[in-house]
């Protein structure tokens, strides 16, 4: 393989801005906004509150300037897991909401019982009735909260209600992602005071009027990883461009290198080589700064091509190796162990018809695809959809015979 790819701008980083606009009323601006499907569900839900939303060029406007309080409908907020994030920008601006139940890929169990407990500590009354989540407060107030896990939604939808309150919230316990910097840095351009950003505890001096900003998002390191990943799989000299802090990608890089890739970062780019020879090894997921746990089934797939026994160890999600199922079909060695997941390498798997059943899964396939021999086919690539702009047109831009049929 050989060529280069331009990285999209990062889904798990536009969708809690996309949510946090709702603070404001008037007009926000998000530049390097991918064309994915969860994006457009997002405007989707907004446009429910009479929010007007425009996507164009990688350019998204939204203006609050009506927007006014509804129900938002479960047949939108079962169709991805964001949808949740509304109840912080909701509770802030109205003291109510009520939505269905937030969906997404079915990679674990997923609760949000961390999101329901920080909001009862900032005086909101929670019920779930036949799947719909009704909340309503008296007045938000801010309190010191300490999440029992560092979930990242939970962390930015209580970050984005403290944003959006004249108090004082103090979140102790959590998620230090990127995502979660980024939004830090955003709610504090809308006139947020955030001390703490990118430890373990924030405190948020929010403001009920806070400005309408524009802002530029940053690529996504979970597509940037996807192709590193492959790259490092084949023979292949590879370029990837827009990507102008490689600190967010840190724990991924040193993951290909010790798969035998060299990599080497230039302006805003960073060039891969590899000879497609990959080294075999124990991995495990974490939460960040570790190996993400969204690029799991990835690294599973590159494994398949590895000398030897390697071993990944899931910490994060107790359902993420599904993907064994379908590379069993591309005549993978592979064995799940609770949670672990044994792959012994092979010099050649076979192409297959496989089946994506969430986002990164699907990813995965695409990769193990490029890597058969002979034609795979992969079907229900809407959950492809969800995160990648255009994987077939980044992956055939690099040689690979790929198209959508």
Request: aromatic share 6%; hydrophobic share 40%; proline share 2%.
């Amino acid at each position: 393989m050989k060529g280069t790819v331009s990285i999209q701008g990062s889904k798990n980083t536009v969708l809690p801005i996309i949510a946090a606009t709702l603070l404001a009323n008037g007009v926000s601006v998000i530049y390097n906004c991918p064309h994915i499907e969860d994006v457009k569900v997002m405007c989707k839900l907004l446009e429910c509150l009479n929010v007007k939303t425009t996507l164009t060029n990688h350019v998204l406007t939204i203006d609050t300037s009506n927007a006014r309080y509804a129900c938002l409908p479960e047949e939108l907020t079962c169709k991805l897991r964001s949808s949740v994030l509304l109840l912080g920008s909701m509770l802030a601006k109205w003291e109510k909401a009520r939505l269905g139940m937030p969906g997404g890929c079915a990679i674990g169990m997923r609760p949000i019982d961390i999101h329901i407990d920080g909001f009862k500590a900032m005086n909101v009354n929670v019920d779930c009735d036949e799947g719909v989540l009704c909340c309503a407060s008296s007045g938000l107030s801010g309190c010191d909260y300490t999440l029992r896990y560092p979930s990242v939604g939970a962390t930015e939808n209580l970050l984005i209600a403290a944003s959006g309150i004249e108090s004082v919230t103090v979140l102790r316990g959590v998620a230090k992602e990127p995502e979660v910097i980024e939004l830090c840095k955003y709610l504090t351009s809308m006139g947020a005071c955030i001390e703490g950003i990118g430890t373990d505890v924030l405190i948020i001096k929010g403001c009920a009027l806070l400005k309408s900003v524009t802002y530029t998002n940053v690529y996504d390191r979970i597509v940037a990883g996807t192709y590193l990943l492959l790259a490092t799989a084949m023979n292949s000299e590879v370029r990837l461009t827009g990507i102008n802090d490689i600190s967010y990608l840190k724990n991924v890089i040193l993951v290909c290198i010790k798969l035998g890739a060299c990599i080497i970062k230039i302006n805003d780019s960073i060039r891969i080589a590899s000879d497609g020879f990959v080294k075999a090894g124990d991995f495990s997921t974490g939460i960040y700064p570790d190996f993400p746990t969204d690029l799991q089934p990835v690294l599973a797939a590159v494994l398949m091509r590895a000398s030897g026994e390697s071993v990944i160890t899931e910490t994060v999600f107790e359902n993420r190796f599904s993907i064994a199922k379908e590379l069993s079909k591309l005549d993978a060695d592979i064995t799940v162990d609770k949670n672990k997941m044994i792959i012994n390498g092979k010099k050649e798997i076979q192409g297959h018809t496989v089946k994506a059943t969430d986002l990164r899964q699907g990813a995965a396939l695409v990769v193990a695809g490029v890597m058969a021999r002979g034609y795979t086919t992969i079907t229900d690539i809407s959950f492809i959809e969800r995160g990648y702009e255009d994987i077939v047109g980044d992956v055939a831009s690099l040689g690979v015979d790929i198209a959508y049929v």
